[in-house]
């Protein structure tokens, strides 16, 4: 049930809408998970999609994976709303930010999301604050970054501190994970 990306930024925030609308109306408890960039949120149809969904209390969560990059434009470049999970306060959404470099955050507000929309309370809209250790494409090096900023995420990657946290607790050992 994997529908896919779009290629028009920000065109796949009513899509994410529409789906969920099809799963209310054939009344099953399957929800919509859309996700997008933080330069898509500077369009438009997410306004307007922010207020049907909440309207029809659609069953969608709606994710803004923020990286501080839009393409190669700092997010403070664009904006003068910098936590950007705000936005959806305008329109009652239940809105939250998320530390993306950690598992377990992005784990609980996603079941909390999806808990939501399953009970019929509507949409939800997290920012998921992440970070892209590349360019946004293989054209782009990055030189809008320094090295002392991708220094201090790489020691945050959520990879290795989750590797860290199943180790710790014993979930698995190095064998199994190197199998994995």
Not at 76 to 89: A, F, H, M, Q
Not at 107 to 119: F, G, S, V
Request: glycine share 10%; hydrophobic share 35%.
């Amino acid at each position: 049930n994997f529908v896919g990306g779009h290629g028009i930024v920000g065109g796949q925030i009513p899509l994410g809408a529409g789906l969920a609308f099809a799963e209310q109306y054939n009344g099953t408890k399957n929800l919509c998970v859309c996700f997008m960039g933080d330069g898509a949120v500077r369009q438009g149809a997410l306004h307007e999609t922010f207020n049907m969904a909440m309207l029809w209390k659609l069953p969608v969560i709606f994710i803004c994976e923020n990286n501080d990059y839009a393409m190669g434009t700092s997010v403070e470049r664009t904006t003068n709303v910098l936590d950007i999970y705000k936005i959806g306060s305008a329109y009652d959404m239940p809105s939250f930010q998320v530390d993306g470099m950690k598992c377990e955050t992005v784990h609980d507000a996603i079941k909390e999301a999806a808990d939501r929309a399953r009970r019929g309370d509507g949409p939800t809209f997290l920012e998921i604050k992440t970070y892209r250790y590349r360019g946004h494409s293989m054209s782009d090096p990055a030189s809008y970054r320094s090295k002392e900023e991708v220094a201090h995420y790489k020691s945050l990657d959520p990879i290795e501190t989750t590797k860290e946290t199943i180790l710790k607790n014993k979930f698995a050992t190095d064998a199994e994970l190197e199998a994995i």
